[in-house]
């Protein structure tokens, strides 16, 4: 089974990365765990995301296509970082989420969501 694990954002991932003392700590903390689910094979792909006042969205309706500059409403609605991990089900990456440090030097929110496979869509 697949999932997509999102690192939900907060207001200070929203203001980019700064290099301090705690976030370095942070960042091996991560490393560490990022070490262990390449170990266990389960890691695909692992990244962290820019603010999204660096990104841009494109609303389709129809044949229109519309442009929005970022930054993003809704902080708690958008994403900080994500895995995408290959396990044997929802409870093992839970399991695996539970063991994760804090990805962010504030309180914040993990989502881990199950991608389609082909039979799911047939």
């Given at each position: 089974?697949?999932?997509?694990?999102?690192?939900?954002?907060?207001?200070?991932?929203?203001?980019?990365?700064?290099?301090?003392p705690e976030a370095m700590e942070m960042m091996?903390?991560?490393?560490?765990?990022?070490?262990?689910?390449?170990?266990?094979?389960?890691?695909?792909?692992?990244?962290?995301?820019?603010?999204?006042?660096?990104?841009?969205?494109?609303?389709?309706?129809?044949?229109?296509?519309?442009?929005?500059?970022?930054?993003?409403?809704?902080?708690?609605?958008?994403?900080?970082?994500?895995?995408?991990?290959?396990?044997?089900?929802?409870?093992?990456?839970?399991?695996?989420?539970?063991r994760c440090p804090n990805p962010l030097p504030?309180?914040?929110?993990?989502?881990?969501?199950?991608?389609?496979?082909?039979?799911?869509?047939?």
């Open positions: 089974m697949r999932v997509m694990v999102l690192v939900k954002a907060t207001e200070d991932s929203e203001k980019g990365f700064v290099p301090t091996q903390a991560m490393d560490r765990f990022n070490d262990e689910l390449r170990s266990a094979g389960i890691l695909l792909a692992a990244d962290g995301l820019t603010p999204s006042s660096q990104g841009k969205r494109v609303a389709f309706d129809g044949s229109s296509r519309t442009v929005i500059d970022g930054p993003f409403a809704a902080t708690r609605e958008l994403v900080a970082g994500f895995w995408l991990w290959e396990v044997k089900n929802m409870d093992d990456a839970l399991a695996w989420v539970k504030v309180p914040s929110e993990i989502e881990i969501r199950p991608l389609y496979d082909l039979e799911d869509l047939k």
